[in-house]
Structures are given as C-alpha cells and as structure tokens.
C-alpha cells in the first residue's frame, strides 16, 4: 500500500506541475520568440550536462542509502575551496558549449556567464534537497518543491523580465531556484548540517552520475545539432511538439521513476522481479493507448496549446508520440537496473542511444520525418535492450 500511495502523491504533483509547465509554456509561447525560446532550451539541455560535475550522482546515493535527515559530507564536499572551483569551471564549460551551439557573443555572453554561475548553485541545491526529500519519503514537499519551481521560473519571474529576452528567462529561472532553496532551509524542511554517521565515495557516486549523464547526452543531441541543419525555429517547433508527447512521460513516467528507484532498491530479488513486470505491462500499455489518442488529435492539441503559427509543431507531434511506450518503459527499466546494481549495463546501454541519436540526426539532413521514425525505433529495441538483459540477470 505504501509504494501505490507514494506513487499516487507523487503523480497528483507531477501532474500539478505539468499543468503549471503547461500553461507557463503556452504562455511564453506567445509572448517570447521562437529564437528565444529556442536558446533556452539549448541551454537548460546543456546545463543539465554540466551541473552532474558538481553533484555527481550524491542525490542518487543518499536516496539508495534510505533515510537520512541531513546532506552527507555537505561541508566537505560542498562548502569547500574544491566545490567553487568545479562550480567556476562548470559554468565555463556551459557558456563555451552554448556559444559554440548558438553563436551568441558579447556582452549577452558575459550576462549568461553570471547567471550560469547562479543557475548551477540553486539546480545543486534542488539535485541534493530532492535527494534528501525523496529519501524520507517526504513525496509531498519535494512535488511542491518541484511544481513551485515552474510556478516562479515560467509563470512570474518571466513576466518581470519580458523585456530581455534571453537573460529574462534565465533570470527566472534562477531566482526560482535560489529563492526555493533558501525558504526550504529557512523553514527546516532541509537540514544542511553533516551527517558523518555513512560515509561515501566519489567513485561510488559516479557509479550513477555516468549514465544520467550518458541519459541526458543522448536525450539532448538533437537539441545541440539540429539548429545547424534545419534552423533555431524550426527546432522549437521539433521540440514543443515533441514536449506535448512526453507530458505523459514526465507525468507518470517521472512518477514513477522517483518512487519505484528507492522502493525497488529495498525489495527482494523475487518482489522486485514480481513488481517490475507489472509496471513494465503497464507502461507498454499505458503509452500505447495515449500515442493513438495524441497522434489523432495532434492539430487540436498544438492549436489549443501554443496557439497559431505552431502548424510545424503539430505535424511533428502526430509521428513522434509514438516513442511514449519506449520512454515510460525506459523509467520503469532504469530504476529496476540502478536498484539490481546493474549500472554498468545500463551505462553502455547509454552509448547504443547516443548511436541512435547520431544515425537519426544524420538522416535530419535528408528529412525530419526520417529523423524521428529513427529516433523511434532504435529507441524503442534499446529499451527492449534494457528490458531483456534485466529479465536474464534478476534472480527469480
């Protein structure tokens, strides 16, 4: 009964927050440009790399590693010379990725840099308080931590800043983050003291910070190459329409992700052997259904969402959906790998996506069609991949 309520509390805030994202895209949709809009999201894309040098996959452990009320070795890891200094040279690598990617210079450069700096302090602090919080089984303040994020970044912040295009954005971002981060301290949701009761390793960290990072390479690619061969606007309407099929996936496939990795982790091999081909039945099933639904009515959905002008984005939605069923699985896999401490599988498993991304992107030249049934297919057989190699090697 405790997994099935975790899952249902964590689904109702997932949800909420897709329903703020919802509205806080189709709000942005119309007010920033396509360029704009664009940059951000090549950013956040590279980011999201760059920030795992800085945590390193300590979230993951301290989640494996049960209940915990404080951040382990947070002083020495985190309040150190060593820390400010990956955190300077983070930052750097981020702006010479994204200027390489976008061809942005000058001054708005030196602007992004400061706000990079920013950015990854306050995503480290939400990477390690989300730890915190999901390994006390504290559902409910990290779904309000994470809804509120999209609520402040999307929603408000964004509306002060209209003016500035790009560095608006990012500034909402970041004071969402900072802002969270110290109310959440402030009212003792998240204790910062150190926990020198269970020590742990760098290397044992990576052991999972390697994958996600692999994870999100792969994810990202077409982010970073797709400009350069069919434009920024064109790649936006790639990716709002591809963002409207995963609404699913970051609803419930998110959901799942965050309950079933520490409940999994705490099973039998014979309960979780059990359990995970339920929730793999179910994931098959469930994505399929909503790919149809989504595919017929892609038109409507995009008309309604992003508003006119966004035709692109709909063609793109009524093919590309149908990777749903593959990306609610991959959550599902994912957490059965980490939790059987299978990571060196699921971390080569990794590499086969980045080839994927690759030989679809190679197609972009010829065609985007061609590009996503690609990306849909060799997707699809990797996770089936997944799947397979955890069936032979979980002890029934």
Known sequence: MTILKNINVTLAFTFARIVCQFI????????????????????????????LFLVAGDNNVIIRDGEHTDMLGLKQKYYSFRFLLRLILAAILTCILFYLFSGIKGIILVSIFILTLFFLIGRSCFQLCAGILISNNKFVLFGLYDALIIVLSQLLFSRLFIGLGLTGLLTGYVLAYIILAMVYYSLGLVKLQTDNRLEYSRKDSWRFARPELLNIAARSLDTYVLPSIIGVEMMVSYKRGYSVGEVLTNTLGRSLALVLFPTFARMSNYERRKMGLYFCATAIIVGLIFSIIISTYSHEIISFYLGDGWEEAAKVLSVVVYILPARLLAKVVGSLLKASDLLKFLERTQYLLIIVQLMALGCAFIDLAIFIRVLIIGTSATILLQLTYWLRNSNS
């Open 24 to 51: 806080g895209t189709a709000y942005m949709s119309r007010v920033f440009s396509k360029t704009d809009l664009g940059l951000l999201l090549l950013f956040l894309a590279i980011s999201r790399i760059t920030e």
